[in-house]
C-alpha cells in the first residue's frame, strides 16, 4: 500500500485564489511528522510546513496552512490568495518513528501535485 | 550562500562508467540524506548518516551504490558501471538534531545524471 497518496496530478488555480492540494498517508506509527515540501521548475525541494502527529493544532506558515484529520489520515495543503511564484511541484512527505529512534529518518514522497495559478 | 550544495550539477556519462557526486550539507547540520528522484516521481530515500556513521540503507541501494561521509562533514555518493536507469537526479538534504524545526530537511539542488 503507498504510504503517501497525492490524487491530483495537476491542479489549476486562479491568481489571489485559494486552493487545497490533497494528501492521505498510511502508518501504524503513533508518532510521526507531515512535511509539505515545493519543487520549483529550478529543481530544489523547499521546506514548508510540517505537522507533528501530535501537535493539537493546524500548522500554519504564512499563506500555508495544513488541514489536519488525523482520524482520516489526511494533511491537506491550503495556499491562501495564490501568486503565480506559486506554481510548481508540491510534495507530501511522512516521517514515521518515535522520537528519539536513530533510525527511520527518512522521508516517504507521494508522487506529487503540480499546480499551476492562472492570471 | 549556507544551504546544501551539490557537485556537479549536471553528469552525463556513458553506460558501465563510474561515477561520483558530492554534497556539502549545511555547516552545523549532524545528519545527511541522499534521494533520488526519477521524471514525474516524489524522492525516493537512498541513505542517511548522522555524523560519519551510515545508519540507514534502502533496499534502492544496490551493490553499485555506495556512500561516504568521512569525518561526518561532506559526503559522497559513487555509482559504479551505470546503467541507462540510473538516470534520475540525486538530491543530498541535510537537517539538525537540535534547533529549528523539528526534524526538517534541507535539499540541495540536486545532480542530474544522464546514462547515455
Known amino acids: 500500500a503507498q504510504k503517501i497518496t497525492q490524487t491530483q496530478p495537476g491542479m489549476f488555480v486562479q491568481e489571489k485564489e485559494a486552493v487545497t492540494l490533497d494528501c492521505t498517508y498510511d502508518t501504524s506509527d503513533q508518532s510521526y511528522g507531515l512535511f509539505w515540501y515545493k519543487q520549483p521548475s529550478s529543481g530544489e525541494m523547499i521546506f514548508l510546513i510540517y505537522q507533528g502527529s501530535y501537535d493539537e493544532q493546524n500548522a500554519t506558515e504564512g499563506r500555508y496552512s495544513l488541514n489536519f484529520q488525523k482520524a482520516r489520515k489526511s494533511a491537506n495543503l491550503v495556499i491562501s490568495a495564490s501568486q503565480l511564484g506559486d506554481s510548481a511541484m508540491y510534495f507530501c512527505?511522512?516521517?514515521?518513528?518515535?522520537?528519539?529512534?536513530?533510525?527511520?529518518?527518512?522521508?516517504?514522497f507521494g508522487s506529487g501535485t503540480r499546480l499551476q495559478v492562472q492570471p | 550562500d549556507t544551504g546544501v550544495s551539490q557537485d556537479p550539477r549536471h553528469k552525463i556519462t556513458k553506460r558501465g562508467q563510474n561515477v561520483t557526486f558530492r554534497c556539502d550539507p549545511i555547516s552545523e547540520h549532524n545528519r545527511l540524506y541522499w534521494y533520488r528522484q526519477t521524471l514525474g516521481q516524489g524522492p525516493e530515500f537512498l541513505t542517511y548518516?548522522?555524523?560519519?556513521?551510515?545508519?540507514?540503507k534502502s533496499r534502492l541501494l544496490s551493490d553499485r551504490f555506495s556512500a561516504e561521509r568521512p569525518k561526518g562533514s561532506f559526503s559522497t555518493l559513487e555509482i559504479q558501471r551505470t546503467e541507462q536507469g540510473d538516470s534520475a537526479m540525486y538530491l543530498c538534504?541535510?537537517?539538525?538534531?537540535?534547533?529549528?524545526?523539528?526534524?526538517?530537511?534541507?535539499f540541495g539542488p540536486g545532480t542530474r545524471l544522464t546514462v547515455t
Open positions: 538534504a541535510s537537517s539538525v538534531t537540535r534547533g529549528g524545526k523539528p526534524y526538517e530537511q534541507y
Open positions: 548518516f548522522q555524523n560519519e556513521a551510515q545508519l540507514e
Open positions: 512527505a511522512m516521517r514515521e518513528g518515535r522520537k528519539g529512534d536513530t533510525g527511520r529518518r527518512a522521508l516517504t
